[in-house]
């Protein structure tokens, strides 16, 4: 039984901190829907309890806006209330969304509708899948379960092995233990895109009712069916057959990070030969929390989760260390800078990963006999244009004009020729190979990783030795990202300005190098310095690119479509015939990378 409200009082109240400007201007609509509406009457209790309590902040942090379909689905910070937050009816909302959508498309695949649905270890994951298959079930659906924690690239496969129409991925990635999403899938396995995005955006703003069905009772109906033994099975299969044969003899110091890595990455490195694997202790337990790595964030990208991974490998003389982030999708990497590993070690950048795996994947498959003219490779925009440069070297294509999100690099495959397609990459951390999914596979790139390192420590190398190898026959590339974030809507309209402030008014030169042009991709063109405005042949998002003096410098802009925050990737380069010294072109693209660096802060101060 719902406890009685007094809904005027709350409304007077409402009005009252509205006059006193204890709200944003975009909250009391939103804030008044869920306190009368019907379809939020389970929810309005509690709204009006956080009004009796003039608890304004709260309120205004998760009812400014309606929380958005960014590049990686629906994703925030949960709270019970609020339409700017993670919780019941926003799940719910967007189950039911998909639901209607896919039940209205003509395009959808069975005339029973399937829905693949896993989960990863964070807060809540378990509960709110639980709650999206009862959705689905409740609107005729037959939903796939993966009945424990699992991999979004596993969520994938499932679609594609079941031939389901949609999929649904409940995680937050590498986002903080706050925060929790869905992902949402479309037939091909692969994160939705148009038309299909905005048809389901539409669906999920519009949605009224919920539908709902017991979930035990769908299981024992034969309506929610758990197929996790079977398709953890088929998709290590599945990802061992991108590997190549070769020795093994590698000591592997891995870490889950505390979420799914365990039983994705582990088992595809086991049955690809790799059995000297130690499962880093303190990083093992599934946990939410996050409790053991450097500010709860367990993300690969960040060097300072190695730290006590490389310490203990150093102890263990490892030869190399893993890590996955909580669901398993971004692979991250430490090795020793020497051949005796109880010396230095150092991490990789995901820029310098990606060069790694592309000239390795390259190399693999041309020693073979397996790579041909017409394979190509798929990266991002603010991916380091050294990919291009080893795709060329080997004869192949590179699909280079591609938007931020994995999202854009699965459709790139389907479009172009998934039979010819050889490895996918961004600089987030993000690695696909092979046919069996539509998404980046942490357990793959685990896989390529260690038979890369086995491969170089075979020669008498290092995986540094491997790196500055292509740098002497490709150039020096240094490359740099600053993340500024700017929480809640004050921070929303200081990004928004930041972005109209790049396209009109940026700064006329970067570190030491001019300005050259601007390309915009918000307004599909491109307007050198004092000259006229050009087209810009490219996909249409909110970015801009500076292009500097130099070829290969450049600086991209664009906001986080998953976190609030304004993002910057800095490049540079020095081409092969300027290289002398390796050393000296690291040190100074390094000091150039430091006053870009400093010179685009101020620049954002500037711009209050």
Same mark, same amino acid.
């Given at each position: 039984m719902r406890p009685t409200i007094d809904t005027a009082k709350a409304l007077a109240d409402l009005d009252s901190a509205v006059a006193n400007k204890n709200l944003s201007a975009s909250a009391p609509a939103n804030i008044r829907k869920w306190l009368t509406e019907p379809r939020y009457a389970e929810y309005a209790p509690k709204v009006a309890e956080h009004i009796a309590a003039g608890n304004w902040k709260e309120l205004d942090d998760v009812f400014w806006t309606v929380i958005p379909f960014g590049t990686g689905g629906r994703r925030g910070r949960m709270y019970p209330i609020g339409c700017n937050a993670i919780n019941d009816r926003t799940i719910g909302e967007s189950a039911q969304g998909l639901a209607d959508y896919v039940r209205s498309d003509p395009r959808t695949l069975n005339p029973e509708p399937s829905c693949a649905l896993a989960y990863d270890t964070r807060h809540n994951s378990r509960h709110f899948a639980e709650l999206c298959a009862s959705i689905m079930v409740a609107n005729g659906f037959r939903v796939y379960f993966l009945d424990d924690y699992r991999s979004t690239p596993e969520l994938s496969f499932l679609v594609r092995e079941k031939h389901c129409d949609c999929g649904i991925m409940v995680t937050a990635s590498h986002n903080p233990p706050s925060d929790n999403a869905v992902k949402v899938y479309w037939s091909t396995g692969g994160q939705i895109v148009p038309p299909h995005d905005a048809g389901i955006?539409?669906?999920?703003?519009?949605?009224?009712?919920?539908?709902?069905?017991?979930?035990?009772?769908?299981?024992?109906?034969?309506?929610?069916?758990?197929?996790?033994?079977?398709?953890?099975?088929?998709?290590?299969?599945?990802?061992?057959?991108?590997?190549?044969?070769?020795?093994?003899?590698?000591?592997?110091?891995?870490?889950?990070?505390?979420?799914?890595?365990?039983?994705?990455?582990?088992?595809?490195?086991?049955?690809?030969?790799?059995? @000297?694997?130690?499962?880093?202790?303190?990083?093992?337990?599934?946990?939410?929390?996050?409790?053991?790595?450097?500010?709860? =964030?367990?993300?690969?990208?960040?060097?300072? $989760?190695?730290?006590?991974?490389?310490?203990?490998?150093?102890?263990?003389?490892?030869?190399? $260390?893993?890590?996955? @982030?909580?669901?398993?999708?971004?692979?991250?990497?430490?090795?020793?800078?020497?051949? @005796?590993?109880?010396?230095?070690?150092?991490?990789?950048?995901?820029?310098?990963?990606?060069?790694?795996?592309? @000239?390795? =994947?390259?190399?693999?498959?041309?020693?073979?006999?397996?790579?041909?003219?017409?394979?190509?490779?798929?990266?991002?925009?603010?991916?380091t244009p050294l990919i291009r440069r080893i795709g060329t070297s080997y004869g192949i294509r590179t699909l280079d004009n591609v938007h931020v999100g994995f999202k854009w690099i699965a459709q790139?495959?389907?479009?172009?020729?998934?039979?010819?397609?050889?490895?996918?990459?961004?600089?987030?951390?993000?690695?696909?190979?092979?046919?069996?999914?539509?998404?980046?596979?942490?357990?793959?790139?685990?896989?390529?990783?260690?038979?890369?390192? $086995?491969?170089?420590?075979?020669?008498?190398?290092?995986?540094?030795?491997?790196?500055?190898?292509?740098?002497?026959?490709?150039?020096?590339?240094?490359?740099?990202?600053?993340?500024?974030?700017?929480a809640g809507s004050a921070g929303m309209a200081r990004m928004q300005s930041l972005m109209k402030q790049f396209r009109s008014s940026p700064p006329r030169s970067l570190g030491g190098l001019a300005v050259k042009q601007i390309r915009d991709y918000l307004n599909l063109t491109t307007t050198p310095l004092g000259g006229p405005s050009q087209p810009l042949d490219a996909p249409r998002g909110d970015m801009v690119i500076l292009d500097l003096a130099e070829e290969g410098n450049y600086v991209a802009v664009r906001p986080s479509g998953t976190e609030p925050k304004v993002k910057f990737y800095l490049f540079t380069f020095v081409p092969a015939e300027q290289l002398h010294l390796l050393d000296t072109a690291k040190q100074e693209m390094d000091e150039r990378l430091n006053q870009m660096d400093a010179e685009l802060r101020k620049y954002v101060d500037s711009v209050a």
């Open positions: 955006v539409e669906r999920v703003m519009n949605v009224t009712e919920i539908k709902r069905t017991d979930f035990q009772q769908a299981i024992n109906n034969g309506q929610i069916i758990l197929c996790k033994d079977e398709i953890d099975a088929a998709f290590i299969q599945n990802v061992v057959a991108q590997g190549t044969t070769g020795p093994r003899n590698l000591k592997i110091i891995y870490s889950p990070l505390h979420g799914v890595g365990e039983f994705a990455a582990v088992p595809a490195l086991k049955a690809d030969g790799f059995t @000297d694997i130690e499962i880093f202790a303190p990083h093992r337990e599934p946990n939410g929390d996050f409790p053991n790595v450097p500010g709860h =964030v367990s993300n690969p990208e960040n060097a300072a $989760v190695f730290d006590a991974i490389v310490e203990r490998a150093r102890v263990a003389k490892a030869d190399l $260390v893993l890590a996955t @982030d909580p669901d398993c999708d971004r692979m991250g990497c430490a090795a020793p800078r020497t051949k @005796d590993p109880s010396g230095p070690w150092g991490t990789f950048n995901g820029n310098q990963l990606s060069a790694l795996l592309t @000239d390795y =994947v390259c190399e693999s498959r041309k020693k073979v006999g397996h790579l041909t003219k017409n394979h190509f490779l798929v990266t991002t925009l603010v991916t790139q495959i389907d479009v172009a020729g998934a039979d010819k397609f050889l490895f996918g990459t961004e600089e987030s951390h993000g690695f696909l190979i092979g046919q069996y999914v539509r998404d980046k596979d942490g357990a793959a790139a685990c896989m390529l990783m260690a038979e890369l390192a $086995v491969e170089v420590k075979k020669s008498g190398k290092t995986l540094f030795d491997r790196l500055e190898s292509i740098y002497w026959q490709h150039g020096y590339h240094g490359e740099r990202q600053i993340n500024i974030f700017m």
